[in-house]
Structures are given as C-alpha cells and as structure tokens.
C-alpha cells in the first residue's frame, strides 16, 4: 500500500527563528529575483525583437546591442538575487522542494548545464555584438531559448511540489528523474503567465534605457521609447488572456480564493488587475505625450507594485495548494540569537556597501555614462 | 529513505564529485585571484609597467568570465546536486546553518557587483576607486570563503556540537581554523597558477617573464605553507577518522597519496616554469593546472571519505539515518529500524512486507534506501564487480551483511533492519552474480584472505588476525569455524576445511615465527591432538 502523499517529515533541527521571518525573507528576495529575472529576459526579447523584427534598420542593430550589452549584468543579478529565496525555500518548504527535486531530477540537474551556456552565449552576444551582429543575433536567441527553458524546468518543479498527492505515482514509475510534470493542467498557462510579464518588463527595459539616453540623443532614445512602451502595452494587453487561462485552470477552490473566499488574495488580486489596467493607460498616455518620465518612473513603479501582489499571490496559492500537509505552527522554532542580529547587520550593511559602490561608479548621476 | 533516492545508474555521487570538484578549484582562484587582481594593479602602476596593466585587463575579463559565470553556478550547482543526492543531510544543515549561508549570501551579492564594477571600471574610474572595488571584491570573497568554511569542517568534525547544537561551537569546530589556513594556502598558489595561463600567450616575452615570476612568487611559497597546514589540520581530525587514508580504507588511501604526490608535482612543475619564464607555453600552464586540480581535488576527496560512513560525522548516516536516537527523528535510526524494519519505517518504499515471491524486487528497495547514497549495482563501487572480483558464494554474500560496520576501518553503516529484510537485500545482491563462485575449493592463503578477510584485516603483523590467532596451525584452524564465537560482531562466514588450513599456513608465513609454531603437520608436532574432524 502506497501512502497517497507521501510528505517526508521534517529534520530534528528546529527553525533558527520564527516562521514569519523567514516567510518575509523568502517574499522579498523571490521579488527582487522575479524583477532582475524579468528584466533579462524581457531584455532578450527585446534584443531579438530589434534585431530580427524591427523595420527601421537605422536602428535595429543599436536597440540590439545596447540592450544585449546589458544582459550578462542582468543575468548575474538574476542568479545572485536567486540564491537567497532558493535557501529561503528550502527552510521552510524542504520537505516539499526537496521530493519535487528529486522526482524531475535530470530535468533540474541539466539546469546547471544549461544556465551556464546560456550565460556564455549573453556573454559572447555583448561582447561580440558590434563587430558580428548576426552571429551574435543567433547565439542570443539560443541562449534566450535556454533560459526559457530553464523556466520552464521551474515552473514544473514549483507546481510538482505543490502536489504531494501526484508524487508516488510519479517516482514509482520512474525513479531514476526522467520526470516533468507536463499532466499538470495549470503548467503551461502558469508558465507563460511569467513569460508574458519578462516580455512586458523587457519593454520597461527599454523605456529606462530611453531616460538614459533623453538628453544626449532625443531621436534614438524616442525611439527606444516607441518601441518599449508598445511592447509593454500589448504584452500587457496578452496577459489578460494568459491570466484568465491561469486563473480558469485552477481547481475551483483555490480559483475562488482570489475571488472573495481570501480577502488578501482577493484585495490583491483586484489591485493586480486594476494596476495592470492603470499602466496600460498611463503608457498609452505618456506615448502620446512624448512623457518619458511618466513612462519611466509611472509605469515602472506601477508594474513593481504589480509584481509584488503577484508574488504575495503566488505564495497564498501555494500555501492552499499545501493547506492539508503544510502548517507553520507544526515548526519547532528556536532561535539562534547569536547569528541572527548578525546577518541583519550585515544584511543592511551590505546594502549600504552595494548602494556606495553604484553610486561611486556613476550610476545615480546622469552625467556620467552609465553602461554596465 | 525519508526521501526518495535519486536512482542514477552509474552512481549519483560521480555528479557531486564532478560538480564540487570543478567548484572548488574556481571557486578557491575567485578568492586568490582577487587578491592577485588588486596587488598586480598596484604594483603595475607604481612601476608604470604599462604592460603589465594591460595584460592585467584581458587577465581581469578572463577572471570575471570564469569565476562570475562558471564560478558561481558551479556553486549554486553544489547546493541543487546535494539536495539531490542527501536532501536529510542538507535540510539538517540548512536548519543548523542557515544565518550562515544568509550572510555567505550577503557577502556573494557584493563580491558579484564588486568583480562586474571593477571589470568595467578598467577604462572609467581613477586608479583609486578601481582599485577600492578591487579590495571590495578580495575582502567579500575571502568572508564568503570564511563562512563557508565553517559548515564544510563541521560536517567531518562537528565537536561538541554534538551534545549542545549551537551555532558557533558547530561553526568553530574542531578544524576550521586550520581548515582556512590550508584553503587560503590554495587560493594564493591558485591565484599564481591561473596566472601563468594568460601570461603563457603573451607575445612580449619580457612581459611574460615579468609575470610568470610574479605569479610563481604566488604559488610557489604558498605550496611550501601547505604541507604545515594540512598537517596541523590532519593533527586536528580525530585519529581513528584520519587512520582510514593510511591503509585500512583504499580510496581514502590513495587519494591521500595522489594529494600529497600531486602537490609535489606541482611545485616542480610551477620551478620548472620560473627557471625559463620566457619559453613559458600554453600547454604547459595548463598542464601545471590540471596537476594542481588533481592534487586539490585529491585532498577534497580524503576530507570527504575520512568522514564515512558519515555526512555529518557522528550525527547523520550517508544513507540518511540518524547515529542516535532523538526527538524528531522520524524514526530514521539504525535502532528502530532495526526494530520496525525498513519496510515500515521508509516512506518512499513500495514494499511493506516481504514474501518468497518478492523477496529480491524488496531486496532491490532495501538496497535502493540503504546502500544506493555510496554503491550502485553495477557500475561507481559496483556491488556487482565486488562481489564477484571476491568470489562471494551466496552464503557469503548473506554472512558479510553482519558486518558492514567492521569493514575498511568503519566506513560503513551496519546493516538496519529485520533479518527477513536482509535475507531480502542478500538476495537481490546474490541475483546480480553472473558467475558462479565456487569459493570452497580455493586453496592459495592469500587469496582466501584478500577475498573474505581483508575488508576488515589488514596485512600487517600486528592486526588482530595476526596477533590474536592460536600458535597451533590445527587449533588456529578449527577457531575459524566459528567467526562469532571468537568476535561476536564478526560475520559468521563459513569457510571450508580447505580455505581454513591454507589462510591459516598462509598467515603463519607473515607472523614472526615466536607467534606460531612452524608449519608442519599438526600430528607431528608434540602436545597436539590427533588429526581428526574437519
């Protein structure tokens, strides 16, 4: 007989501090990461989209480099800010993470593999992106496709643990992690939910790219402008159709908490799509204008706070996913007072120290160049 | 076997050791090479050897290339392959550790945002602030290093955290201070080495000389702190742990001998490159680094099977059960298993009880929860390959069972779980036999004991089995007929008549003769009994 769920239990090691700290460190640095993951690869796309899509061909090749010199950076930001909520995650969600892991395996595995390629290959388009730019096309639009990828390996991990009830049948099949978990009926529409939303941030890229630029070369940067508020607009518009697909194919009950069942989920879901409605308009609105600064500031604040509700979402749907395993008061809890002011300090010291150092190199002032 | 086990066929540990073992020797380069990054600037220009700056640009892209991208996810990698392959062991350490790993995070953000400034800041920023990003860069890196470091020796020597569970007396264990004296050593002589490999195709031979020097005066002193370090380091790991690497244990063993002969190599090798800098090549530089992979790679895997059969030392099995029992250990101890048995207490076991007709499918799920973390079946330490290289009969197969736990100085677990359980995994093990071993006939003494002894014996005069065995060859011979009863943890083998008289005439043959009588025929001896029984 096979227990249907299969829940490891939890190690003897108590939580070093209280659940609640842990859940907060685990939502802000999963934002951070979901903002810089989304600028690198709406940037790739908007890269790939300037160099094979765009018909003015003045511009095609420098919207392409000067995004794709970016990229590397944006990645490397991707994967820093990354590693906090993956260690965040396996605190508190362990015994989840963990069997899901194992299960798709290979899968996981090869994601090493491949975000290293994909790396080398943003490397080779920044680099070489002047001097050989339909090589440099190419080996871009690969890494992108890795990437996704990698996403998609994700995502499949994220929904499997979700769902203790489908893992026996899963292993037992196959335990050597040849898995995915593609019978999952909200995996593709969750996935490109994500997508959808790098595409439109890849069109904010673009914007800010434009402020950058505002005051030594108007003509480029209106361009940039143009062709970045557009993308976010109509990505934007696309994720109401993706959204809506996500939202039908959750089980009832947990669809229903984002409308009245949970007041929080409720009150940001109604935000969500109220803020994502907003920045339609105030982009729309500031391309009609020529407003680079409602654009860039406006909207980009906007999709933030966007973001930040589908994060906080994103959390209540896995908790009522778990709701029949998962309870946080089942941690016992002691915390270990003799580190953990420590890493506050150094947490808030080493924001301080990033912040310094952006600012001595030039970032915050606009009459220093600003590539990175 | 709270967890499933990952079931890769050629052996899940292979991708540890090829992801860790790529890491350490980029990640160890990150630190030194920083260091180096900052020095070399500094002395290029108060020596206005503009040469040497721009080559310390291209060498800087070379750096940031490698240890940014491969570096780090190598790193990452690490953290997705042992939750893998030991997601007990690293949700153990997650929860003991995890302020640890925070703050080693903390100082990794800075480190990355510092090497990409200080990379593109070549060109932009005055020499001050280039080299300030620099020291930011060597500071953040040497105290992700620093932290680190604590959960890496506390896993081979955990102390007493063992008794008291807090933080820093885990952090602060037994080798960690030596432990980063002997990974700093590395990251210095590293720093050296990398540098030859971009100075090796440097067209102005007077520059290549210049750095060829200047990074051998890296490595070179570096290597010479090593053996101290790594001594006082072995000085500080219990005895009994290290006494695996000094024969009892092959692997063990021989990566302590690769370390140490590698190390050596490579300072030859690194004196070699300083007495011609200018005819310096390519190929060379890599050579010297590869030498030096082995050689650190070597001492990673003598610190790691030292620590077996544990992944933490005295506190967690490599197979995932706890040494002791405690509250919250979901039952996962030998004890209990012993107990309940491994059916009933195994959560990703398909098999609650065994039967005549599934006795090897549950020794195939026996084998997967409790053997699979360190052996496969036929290939990485291949059941299969051990027992038939060793001629193990079937009832030898099942005799050997009982005492995992005497075997290469410990380094395994004992068997955990009922004694139908282990008929069970015996009968999987013997269903992997494609030979058929006829053991009883074999009369060569050294053969019978390196095929049923030297797991635990070692052929040295004053082992047990040398010291301990009845001066008369027919007494010593007939004491072998019953192993329990001379050792009540030894497996109860049973060898033939046969296989007793020649181990016997064989190990008499390694004793001084004070410790045995002469080989002759027992009845022609006097005082002995009459030849007789079997």
Redesign the interface.
Known sequence: MINPSMVPTLDPNPLPAPYWVFKLLLLVTFFLHMLAMNFMMGGAFMALAARFGSKSSQYRNRIFIDVAKKIPTLLAATITLGIAPLLFVQVVYGQYFYTSTILIAWPWFFVLILLIAAYYGFYFAAYKGKRRPGAAGFVLLASLALVLFIGFIYSNNVTLMQVPSHWAAKYFANPSGWNLNLSEPTLIPRYLHFVTAAIAVGGILLVLLALARWKHDREYARHLFRFGGKAFMYATMAQFLVGMWFLVSLPRDLRMLFMGDNTLATVLFSAGLLGTVAAIFLMSDALRKDSIRVAAYGVTGLTAFIILTMVIMRDILRDAYLEPYFHPHQFPVHTQWSIFPLFLLLFLGGVVLWLVMLKRYGLFTSTKPTEL | M????????FGAGL?IAL?AGLHVFVSHFAVGGGLFLVLTERKARRTNDTALLNWLKSHTKFFV?LT???G???G??I???I??IS??A???L???F??????E??????E???A??YL??WD??DPK?HE??GW?YFIAAYASLVVINGIITFMLTPGSWIDV????IGFFNPTYIPSTFFRTAICIALAGIYALITASVQKDLDLKARIVRWGALWTVPALITLPLFGWWYIRKIPAVLFASARGPMPTATHYAFLAWSLLVVTFVLTLWALLRPRHLHLAFALVIALVALGAMDSFEFVREDVRKPFVIENYLYDNSL?AAS?????GFTIDNLNTVGVLNAA??V?H?AVTPDNQVAVGREVF?VECQACHTADHYRGIHQLIEQRQWDPATVHAMLSGLSLMHNGIMPPFAGTDAERDALAAYVNSLQTITPNPATFTDGKLVFENNCSMCHQDRPDDMLFTGLDPNPKVAADSLKDLTSLFPLMPDLKLSEAQRTSLVRWINTQRPASQHAANQPAANRPGTAPEGGN
Not at chain 2, 2 to 9: E, G, L, R, S
Not at chain 2, 105 to 110: E, G, K, P, S
């Open positions: 709270n967890y499933p086990i990952w079931d890769v066929a991708l992801v290339l940014v991208v491969f780090a996810v190598s990452v990698g953290w997705f392959t939750g893998l997601p007990t690293t949700s153990d997650i929860h003991i995890v302020w640890g790993w925070a703050i995070w903390v100082f990794f953000f800075i990355i945002t510092a990409l400034l593109y800041g932009k920023l602030l300030w990003y930011i569970h807090k933080f820093w706890y405690m509250p919250g250990d979901g959560t990703w398909q609650r997967r």
